[in-house]
Every structure is written in structure tokens, then in C-alpha cells.
């Protein structure tokens, strides 16, 4: 009895396993598929004939870095992101602080209209906002870029931090304030500790919005000196090579490979902080 | 270390009353209990001494002065919450002492409070914990030594044992009572249980509907309740209220009839009596009716007993044994008998 109850059970976690596994292959797919294609030699990419067993080439990869700035593009984008994630925290804390807080007239609304600049197609505001960066000089370069991927992602930042900050009880607030601290140092020492998962979730969140971003970094990277990994990316379909496939994964990889990082980096809060909101407690 | 004087508080929100009208000037070093019923305002009363709510109407004095522009955090006080409210991101040392870093304690003093407070609320095992691996207890525990690691002038303790066993609990009585003799604050404490309240306080505060009931010592609480809510919420089980009729000093309900009592009063009253005062049999007795229950404990038997329609509590003998149903009399302590106005439920004296 007792011996099949255990074989059952193994045989159950082999399944589980299977199951995970298969599933695993396949989100990875298009990632291995993205290598494959990265690491062959060209004249392989374009035949009619699939080819299983590619031969390994390495000349994608010296390609992109020799003919192409792609660390500065790789830095453009790294710095750009980290730099408007950061912008959106110093500004997205206080602020949902503030709606979960204090209650004060058109509170309410103020959130509502945070959120609703999310809702509107970027294409409506880019030629204003080209306009606004051009003639406050900040065309093409990584500081505009931090700005503008700030912008874009503030209102779910702060609205994602509100809801975690909602769900802090209140009375914890109040044991600080009898405690003797001030308001500084219960956000500080109490509430951002207590919202670390909602704060990293909201953050990678922003961060793989910002590596995506096409449209308004076209728009004010215009030269190579501000471009960014998803605009690099567009460079490599067009000119007198024509599609250099190779070249587009490995980059596309490239791009990836940092948010990768970060995820599994994370990844124990990250889990945590996306049912936090749902399970008090 | 602080007198507290509430004067016309009330607490409103919107159309909701939290609290009606309360006054009460608590002494200083004070031991004062507020005893009443779930949503009674217990809770509320607290948090307006905190300054964590304030008051609709009235004003909080302490030694003197209105408070009530006085932000919490300047008003020295110690809380232990309902709910704990325990940092969840801090060990239990660290919880017991952020008040002491907040207060400035100096840096060398701050580890042997800590660990004293750990010491008294049995919690030195659990010091490197978060709260979240930790028992309710524990927990409710580590909120009491937070609250005790610091002298403030003022401690505020809504229900701080409640959920602890019957052991611990009496053991923690205890050690709260010493910590605030030695201490000498002025303390506030909240609680449902009338136990906790009997031998914790100088003064009982009962409430009830958001307003004061009776302000008292236990004795006057127990022995003079100032109107029938007081008189049936207190005592285990607590006092018989049985409505009747009184002409020239005697008392007459379906079952009941009391003489000598004063002949002044006539009309619809009720007349309350302890299950302790009462005597099975007796040459005069007060009360008829039938055995509705007999339930021995050991040291006493409580015994029920049906008249007209109402069930009376009686204390008997532990060796009082009877058959359900069948006939059995009652004789009170005359002088122990309370007398209310039927209508306000206020006593008559
Ligand atoms: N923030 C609030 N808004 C509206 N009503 C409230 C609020 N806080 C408390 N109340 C109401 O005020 C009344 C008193 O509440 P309070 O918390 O003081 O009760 P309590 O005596 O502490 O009860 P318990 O013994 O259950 O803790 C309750 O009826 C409650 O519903
Ligand atoms: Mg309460």
C-alpha cells in the first residue's frame, strides 16, 4: 500500500516535471530559434530549405560590433532605462503616498487623470512632444531618452505602488507615529520596506516597457549617438545588405538578454509582489 | 506621569457616532480600564488620547494642557494596538526597539531595554524573528514589549492579552500591573474581559453606545451599578433583572414578591439581584418557580430556575443537587437587592 502510494507520488512529479518542462521549451523557442539564426553564417539563413544542424558561425557577431556601435547602443539603452526607472520611483513613491494617504479634494480624480495618460495613443502626442524636446534642445541624446521612457511610465509606476501602498494597514502608520517617527522616516522605514515587492515588480515592469519603446526614441534619437537597442535593431532591415537576419537576432537577443538578467535576478519578489496585491497578509 | 482629562468628547463620522459624550479625568499614575461591549467605542476613545483621531467635539487635556492640535508623535505616549501593527520588514528586536531610536534613547542604553522588555513578555527566544514567524501570542506579546521598553507619560493598551491562553494571560496581568507600579504611569487599558478589568483597575470605565455607562472603583462597579446595562453586563453570570411592579415597599413580578423595600417608590421598576445572593429555600421566601437547570462546577452549582417566563441565575451549594421541573424557592440578601427605573433603566436609590 504504502510503497504504491509512494511510486504514485514519483510518478505524479515526473508528470509535473514533463508538463513544466514542455512548457518551458516552449516559451523558449523562439529565444533557441533567435540563437540559431544569430549564430549561423548568412548564406544559411536564406535558402529554402531548413536547415536542422547549422553550422556555427561567429560572423553576425563580430559584424554588429565591428561595423555597428552596439555597446554604445547597448549603453544608450541600459542607461536610459535605469535612468527613467529611477526617475519614476523618486516621483511615483511620494506621490502614491500621497493618494493612499491623505485624503484631500479631487484626490480621487488626480489618480484617475495619473492613469489616464496612459490610456492615450503615444501617436496623438509625438509630434507635440518632438516639438516640446527640440526646442528645449534635448533632441537626440540619453538624457532626453531617460525622460521621455520616465514619462511614459510614471502613471503605472505610481499606480501599481499606490495599490501595495492600500493594502499596508493603517494602524502600522500609526504605531510609528506613537513610536515618535516622522513622516520622512515611516515612508522610509516602514512603508518602502513593507511595498519592496510591488516596488521591484513595477520596476521591471517599467523596464521592459522602456526597452520595447520604439516610437518616441526613433522620434528624438535622431542619430546613431542616442539610439538605443530597439532602434539599432530597425537599422539592420534596410540599406544596401538588405535583411541581415543574423544580425537582427543576435541583437534582438542582445536586447534581451538584460531584462533576462534582471528577472531571474528578482525573481523571488517578483512572484511575490504580483499576488501581494491579491492575498493580504 | 500625566493626568488625562476628556471633556465633551465626541467622535463622528459622517452620520456615524463612534463616540457620544464622554468625560472623565483620569489621575496621575492611574490605572483605568474601559470595559464594554464590541463597537462600543473603546477603541476610538483610545486613539483620541493618542491623537491618532481626533475628536469631533470636546477637548483632550493632559496635565493641563489641550492636546488637541498636538500631533501623536509629540505626545509621549505608548500604544499597544488591537491588531498588533507590528513592522513586518523588522526582527522583533527591531520592533521592540524603533521607539527607542525614534526617541532618540541614547545608542548604549538601547539593547539592555530591549532586552529587558523581551525578558518580561517571554519573548528572548524570538528576538531575531520576523513577526510574521511568529504565534498570534508572540505577536501580541512583541507588541506589548514595544509599547513597555520606553517610560512615556502615557501608556495605552487596547486589548493586549486577548489573545493569549488562560495561563500566559493571568502570568502577563501580572507583569503589566508591576511594570506600571514601577513605573508609575499613568495607563489606560482596554479590555472585554471583566476579570482583566476587576483586577487590573483603580477605576473602571464601562461604555456602552459610545457613551460612559459608570465611572467607579470595582467594588462600586460590582456592588452599585448605576443603571440596568451596567448591572447585566457585569458579574459571570451577571446580576438577575427581573421587571415588576413596586406599591408601599413591596415588589410584585409573576413569582417574585420582596417586601421592605422603600416605600417611597411605586410604579413599573426592576429589580436586580446577584446569583450570589440568592439562598435556596428559606422561611420567607422571595421567589417561586421550577428547576430549569442544575450545572455543578465543583466549588459552586449553578443552578437556573424558570419564573414566569424569565430564567433566574443562582449561585447554590456545590453539594445543591434537584430534578428538572420541579418546585424550588429562593430567598435574597435584602440588602444587596438593587432597585432600577423600568423606563431609563437608571437606579433607583
Ligand atoms: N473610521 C471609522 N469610520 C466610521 N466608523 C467607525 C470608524 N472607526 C470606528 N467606527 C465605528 O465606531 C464605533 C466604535 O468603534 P471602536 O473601534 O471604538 O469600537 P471598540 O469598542 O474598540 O470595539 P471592539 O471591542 O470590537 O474593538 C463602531 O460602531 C465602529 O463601527
Ligand atoms: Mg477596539
Known amino acids: 500500500m504504502a510503497s504504491q502510494r509512494r511510486k504514485s507520488r514519483s510518478e505524479s512529479l515526473t508528470l509535473r516535471y514533463a508538463i513544466l518542462g514542455g512548457w518551458a521549451l516552449f516559451c523558449l523557442m523562439p529565444v533557441l530559434w533567435f540563437l540559431s539564426i544569430g549564430f549561423r553564417p548568412r548564406t544559411e539563413i536564406i535558402t529554402a530549405q531548413p536547415i536542422y544542424w ?15 556601435p552596439m555597446w554604445k547602443y547597448l549603453r544608450n539603452s541600459v542607461l536610459a532605462i535605469i535612468g527613467s ?169 542582445l536586447a534581451f538578454v538584460p531584462v533576462f538578467i534582471v528577472v531571474v535576478a528578482i525573481q523571488k519578489h517578483l512572484s511575490r509582489g504580483l499576488t501581494m496585491g491579491a492575498v493580504k497578509g | 506621569m500625566a493626568r488625562i482629562e476628556l471633556s465633551g468628547i465626541q467622535k463622528r463620522w459622517g452620520k456615524v457616532v463612534g463616540v457620544r459624550d464622554v468625560d ?18 473603546k477603541t476610538t476613545t483610545m486613539r483620541m488620547i493618542a491623537g491618532l483621531e481626533e475628536p469631533t467635539e470636546g477637548e483632550v487635556i493632559m496635565d493641563g494642557e489641550v492636546m488637541n492640535d498636538i500631533d501623536a508623535r509629540d505626545r509621549d505616549v505608548a500604544m499597544v494596538f488591537q491588531g498588533y501593527a507590528l513592522y513586518p520588514n523588522m526582527t522583533i528586536y527591531e520592533n521592540i526597539r524603533f521607539p527607542l531610536r525614534m526617541r532618540e534613547v541614547p545608542k548604549g542604553e538601547q539593547d539592555a531595554l530591549v532586552r529587558r522588555a523581551a525578558e518580561m513578555t517571554e519573548l528572548t527566544d ?3 524573528r520576523k513577526p510574521s514567524a511568529l504565534s498570534g501570542g508572540q505577536r501580541q506579546r512583541a507588541a506589548l514589549a514595544r509599547a513597555i521598553v520606553r517610560q512615556p507619560q502615557v501608556f495605552l493598551m487596547d486589548e493586549p492579552l ?34 482583566e478589568a476587576m483586577t487590573l483597575a483603580d477605576r473602571i470605565v464601562i461604555m456602552e453606545g459610545g457613551a460612559i455607562q459608570q465611572i467607579g472603583t470595582p467594588d462600586d462597579i460590582y456592588n452599585d451599578p448605576a443603571n440596568t446595562f451596567v448591572a447585566g453586563f457585569i458579574g459571570s453570570p451577571p446580576m438577575n433583572l427581573v421587571e415588576g411592579a413596586i406599591d408601599a415597599g413591596t ?11 422603600p416605600a417611597a417608590l411605586s410604579g413599573n421598576v426592576v429589580l436586580g439581584f446577584r446569583p450570589e445572593d440568592c439562598t435556596v429555600g428559606g422561611n420567607t421566601p422571595h421567589l417561586k418557580g421550577s428547576v430549569f437547570g442544575v450545572e455543578p462546577t465543583g466549588d459552586l452549582t449553578y443552578l437556573t430556575i424558570k419564573v414566569g417566563g424569565q430564567q433566574i441565575e ?13 418546585e424550588i424557592t429562593v430567598t435574597f440578601d435584602p440588602a444587596r437587592i438593587c432597585l432600577f427605573d423600568a423606563k431609563s433603566g437608571e437606579r433607583l436609590r
Not at chain 1, 558561425?57 to 561595423?67: C, G, T, V
Not at chain 1, 493618494?99 to 492613469?115: A, C, K, N, Q, V
Not at chain 2, 472623565?24 to 467605542?41: K, N, Q, R, T, Y
Open chain 1, 54 to 68: 547549422p553550422t556555427f558561425s561567429l560572423d553576425a557577431f563580430w559584424m554588429i560590433f565591428e561595423d555597428w
Open chain 1, 85 to 253: 526607472v529611477l526617475i519614476d520611483l523618486v516621483l511615483a513613491i511620494p506621490a502614491a503616498y500621497s493618494l493612499s494617504r491623505y485624503t484631500y479634494r479631487g484626490r480621487d480624480d488626480i489618480g484617475f487623470y495619473i492613469l489616464s495618460t496612459r490610456m492615450m495613443a503615444p501617436a496623438i502626442v509625438a509630434i507635440p512632444i518632438f516639438f516640446l524636446f527640440r526646442n528645449a534642445g534635448l533632441l537626440d541624446s540619453v538624457w532626453a531618452l531617460m525622460l521621455i521612457y520616465a514619462a511614459i511610465n510614471l502613471s503605472f509606476v505610481t499606480w501599481i505602488i499606490r495599490s501595495y501602498m492600500m493594502d499596508i494597514p493603517k494602524e502600522l502608520e500609526d504605531a510609528a507615529k506613537t513610536d515618535g517617527a516622522g513622516d520622512l522616516r515611516i515612508l522610509w522605514e516602514i512603508i518602502i520596506p513593507a511595498i519592496l515587492p510591488g516596488i521591484i515588480t513595477a520596476s521591471v515592469i517599467a523596464m521592459i516597457f522602456a526597452i520595447n519603446e520604439f516610437l518616441f526614441t526613433l522620434l528624438i534619437a535622431s542619430t546613431p549617438n542616442a539610439y538605443t537597442m530597439s532602434v539599432a535593431l530597425a537599422n539592420f532591415t534596410g540599406g544596401s545588405d538588405g535583411l541581415i537576419y543574423n544580425a537582427i537576432a543576435l541583437v534582438a537577443f
Open chain 2, 24 to 41: 472623565i479625568e483620569i489621575a496621575d499614575e492611574e490605572f483605568v480600564v474601559f470595559l464594554g461591549p464590541s463597537g462600543c467605542g
Open chain 2, 126 to 128: 524570538y528576538l531575531d
Open chain 2, 162 to 195: 486577548s489573545n493569549l491562553d488562560a495561563k500566559l494571560r493571568q502570568a502577563m496581568r501580572v507583569q503589566i500591573k508591576h511594570i506600571q507600579r514601577q513605573l508609575k504611569v499613568t495607563t489606560v487599558y482596554v479590555t472585554h474581559d471583566q476579570i
Open chain 2, 251 to 261: 415588589f410584585t413580578a409573576q413569582g417574585i414578591e420582596v417586601t421592605g423595600l
Open chain 2, 314 to 326: 443562582v449561585k447554590a451549594d456545590r453539594a445543591f443537587r434537584a430534578e428538572l421541573d420541579t
